[in-house]
């Protein structure tokens, strides 16, 4: 079970953090994913990690601005989101599997989303 939190309203420019949760031990085989969802628009990949932490990627409309990361000991991944943009705005997803993909398909686990509104 994954529960994402760290969303809210910040200004353009301004940074937040979002925080995955994971219950249970097996997180830490599992490679991280964050996806969003923007009003009207369909869900699509943010930035992966892998179960170690050592192989990162991200989508090119946030690439230099975001920061993926994990801590396998609190079986917690983040999403350090900085020089966000209004087009951020969306309901942001983690996830988890056992694939290291951007296809949303590969994902087994899913947390509950968490808002982020970046005005302008």
């Known amino acids: 079970q994954l529960q994402a939190s760290g969303g809210g309203l910040v200004q353009a420019g301004g940074s937040l953090r979002l925080s995955c949760a994971a219950s249970?031990?097996?997180?830490?085989?599992?490679?991280m994913g964050w996806f969003r969802q923007a009003p009207g628009k369909e869900r699509e990949f943010v930035a992966r990690?892998?179960?170690?932490?050592?192989?990162?990627y991200y989508s090119d409309s946030v690439k230099g601005r975001f920061t993926i990361s994990r801590d396998n000991a609190k079986n917690t991944g983040y999403l350090q989101m900085n020089s966000l943009k209004p087009e951020d705005t969306a309901v942001y997803y983690c996830?988890?599997?056992?694939?290291?993909?951007?296809?949303?398909?590969?994902?087994?686990?899913w947390g509950q989303g968490t808002l982020v509104t970046v005005s302008s």
């Open positions: 996830a988890a599997g056992q694939d290291y993909s951007t296809r949303s398909e590969a994902y087994d686990y």
């Open positions: 249970g031990r097996t997180f830490s085989s599992y490679a």
């Open positions: 990690i892998s179960w170690s932490g050592v192989l990162t």
